[in-house]
């Protein structure tokens, strides 16, 4: 998001992208009209590296924020060389530190968030959902900027709705991020529905602890290091999405699933609820047993099915770079 940000940024002004986890395989799958600087990020030089970062700024109009801790780097910037800048923070999930009986180390990281937050000049939420979280946790009414949904996915040649039974998930493994519902899905349903087949990307990692499990079963499909082209051809020929996590505040790879025709079962949440309606283009359950029952009535229901689906399909298109361009506008006022 931050890549094509930038790029979009590029076109009337001269940016500048800092990062400390510089990956050469995103970057080089992109298009970039950018200068790119990378710094240390290990521990022993990563404070080092705020201090070259909060210098190399002092001088810009804008500094866009991520995530912690680089908000407070461009702080740090305005404080010890007066910066003059203004800054952007956009937030993409909660700040779950503060509802949990934090260590010394988390709890001063609240206090002085509470306290340089306000120096900030203006606060982003990717959600309506993040937005009521951040404006109660800071007093800070934040506005909305809701993520973009790659071209790429709302132009691919998806084809016909797929007859198949055929599940998927994948994403980014965090604590929260639920991926043992995707398997216990499965393992409800595979004798219920015939060559059901489940498809998971996740992190390498995380998956090895089901993989022995599954061996055996040629049926579920586990993938990892896939390029955009791949994962546009797994849409292609999927049926349903599983969205099993209960923490984020607003998540891409719905749009991406929905933008191939795929309805989502996922968790209830204020969030979930901005893009999935129930019986319209998935269905945002409360308990585990709704999550299978609902996954269940979706693959058996072709006539279900083909509403869900084209409804999945028209809530994709909301979210197109046009739309994302256009907020940007109102924003920053180009």
């Known amino acids: 998001m931050m890549i094509y940000m930038s790029e979009f940024l ?22 970039i ?3 790119v600087k990378s710094y240390f990020s290990n521990n022993v030089l990563k404070f080092f590296s705020f201090i070259c970062i909060a210098f190399n700024i002092r001088k810009n109009d804008f500094i866009i924020v991520w995530n912690s801790p680089m908000h407070f780097v461009w702080v740090l910037s305005k404080i010890l060389f007066r910066s003059k800048a203004k800054i952007i923070w ?20 609240r206090y002085i968030e509470k306290r340089l937050v306000k120096r900030i000049d203006r606060v982003l939420s990717n959600s309506k959902y993040l937005k009521w979280v951040i404006d109660n946790t800071w007093n800070i009414d934040s506005k909305i900027l809701y993520p973009v949904l790659d071209d790429r996915f709302l132009n691919y040649k998806y084809g016909e709705m797929t007859k198949d039974n055929i599940i998927l998930s994948y994403g980014r493994r965090e604590a929260g991020k639920n991926l043992e519902m995707i398997f216990n899905t499965y393992d409800d349903l595979k004798n219920k529905i015939s060559d059901l087949i489940l498809i998971v990307w996740w992190e390498w990692s995380e998956l090895q602890k089901f993989i022995p499990k599954y061996k055996n079963d040629r049926n579920v499909k586990f993938l990892w290091n896939l390029n955009i082209n791949q994962v546009l051809e797994n849409l292609s020929t999927s049926t349903l999405f599983l969205f099993p996590s209960k923490i984020d505040s607003f998540w891409l790879v719905q749009l991406e699933s929905m933008s191939a025709w795929n309805p989502v079962i ?14 319209v283009n998935g269905f945002c359950v409360e308990s585990e047993n709704d999550f299978i029952q609902k996954t269940h009535e979706v693959l058996i229901n072709p006539t279900l099915r083909k509403t869900l689906s084209l409804w999945s399909l028209e809530t994709s298109k909301r979210f197109t770079s046009k739309t994302f361009e256009k907020q940007l506008e109102n924003i920053f006022g180009f």
């Open 10 to 31: 590029q076109k009337n002004n001269s940016v500048i992208f800092h990062t400390l986890s510089y990956n050469e395989t995103v970057f080089s799958q992109e298009k």
């Open 33 to 35: 009209n950018f200068q």
């Open 90 to 109: 956009w937030n993409h999930h909660c700040p779950w530190y503060y509802s949990i009986n934090a260590n010394l180390f988390i709890r001063l990281k």
């Open 266 to 279: 996922c968790f209830k949440k204020k969030s979930e609820e901005e893009i999935v309606t129930n019986g």
